[in-house]
């Protein structure tokens, strides 16, 4: 436990010398001392210079030796792969995007030949190779359900949808593999990186080409029982048709129906043009306008709204295109919907990560997992 609080410390805090582990852990100097010899015969934490400036002998520092172990992190999205692979400091050594055309549509295990020439692009350009990974945690759309192993709510990603999709991923990789769904790793990004670190209870609205949500409590993730919570974009609002005809019809870029039909990409694009911008080709150029913006953020008060009146949050996090484009306008738009309603009123804050936070979620949660099966834990 002794040696497990150290690691903990000199991966939050960076390096730190004998005495003040000692100071933070509340261990003597002697069962300091001896805890960091063990953890350098190890190859856990390593020297890495000393303290100069005060009196007295200078101090060693101590940090995490990172060649400790490696995770690969990857972002699914329907145009391709996004890997990146890190040492077990967080510190990321290369990055690859794969397009989907870079394997043939009727390729044999196609889906696995993509993850697996992202993941070895990433190593070419960290100087590794895949015996030096520990696992891999891969972010995609949909969700994969615990009781058949499938993958769910993505029909849009027709490679997906294998039985066996993680144990397969795993073989191709030769390593352990976990899929997790995209916006529960952009909540995790939030969590530990951004609008959220202060909150163990919130939700966050993801409205890009889809919708969803991720849904926090008591700092856990909550899933459901086919991994489908959150799944906000097929939820039925005044003003859209339902989503009927089961996954399939979720494939349009609408889902069909839904609140997605209300807040998704490319429904805001068409609303501009409904509303005399028949020129508008991006969601930045749609919520330029003032009546687009305040008609979105209506429906985004409605659909947030029903989410409140079940959840509960502290905070609600906006996050994705929709939300990016919009800015801090339409956040305050959003907020302003809720003057009056008869529902709590969580805080309502725009996302704070930076770069893709779907990568950054994944790489939290590889590098947690991975230094749980590294670090000693007594």
Do not use: C
């Amino acid at each position: 436990m002794n040696d497990r609080a150290a690691l903990d410390l000199l991966v939050s805090q960076g390096p730190l010398t004998r005495t003040r582990i000692g100071e933070l852990t509340g261990l003597s100097k002697p069962t300091a001392s001896q805890l960091l010899a063990r953890l350098e015969a190890a190859g856990l934490v390593r020297t890495t210079g000393n303290v100069t400036g005060r009196p007295g002998p200078n101090a060693q520092l101590y940090e995490i030796n990172p060649t400790a172990a490696h995770v690969a992190a990857l972002a699914v999205d329907q145009q391709g792969i996004t890997a990146a692979v890190a040492d077990i400091t967080g510190q990321v050594l290369g990055e690859e995007r794969v397009g989907t055309d870079a394997v043939a549509e009727d390729a044999p295990n196609r889906t696995a030949q993509l993850v697996a020439q992202a993941v070895d692009g990433a190593l070419a350009k960290a100087g590794l190779g895949r015996g030096q990974l520990h696992g891999a945690v891969i972010g995609t759309p949909g969700a994969l359900d615990p009781r058949t192993g499938r993958l769910r709510y993505a029909p849009h990603l027709p490679d997906w949808h294998s039985r066996a999709l993680e144990e397969e991923l795993a073989e191709a990789l030769g390593m352990p593999v976990t899929l997790e769904n995209d916006v529960n790793l952009a909540a995790v990004a939030e969590h530990h990186d951004g609008a959220a670190q202060d909150v163990d209870d919130f939700v966050l609205v993801w409205a890009d080409e889809g919708v969803g949500a991720a849904l926090v409590l008591g700092g856990r993730l909550l899933r459901g029982a086919t991994g489908g919570a959150g799944e906000i974009g097929y939820m039925p609002l005044p003003g859209a048709p339902l989503s009927r005809g089961g996954e399939r019809s979720a494939a349009r870029a609408d889902a069909g129906g839904g609140f997605q039909r209300l807040v998704g990409a490319p429904s805001i694009i068409e609303l501009a043009r409904e509303y005399g911008a028949p020129d508008v080709r991006t969601v930045a150029g749609a919520l330029a306008h003032d009546a687009v913006r305040a008609e979105v953020a209506r429906r985004l008060a409605t659909g947030l709204a029903a989410v409140v009146a079940v959840v509960d949050p502290q905070l609600i996090v906006l996050s994705g295109e929709v939300a990016q484009a919009g800015g801090e306008e339409l956040r305050a738009l959003v907020e302003e919907e809720f003057t009056g309603l008869a529902l709590p009123r969580p805080v309502l804050r725009l996302s704070r990560t930076e770069g893709n936070p779907i990568l950054l979620g994944a790489l939290r949660t590889a590098l947690a997992a991975t230094r749980d099966a590294v670090f000693p834990t007594g």
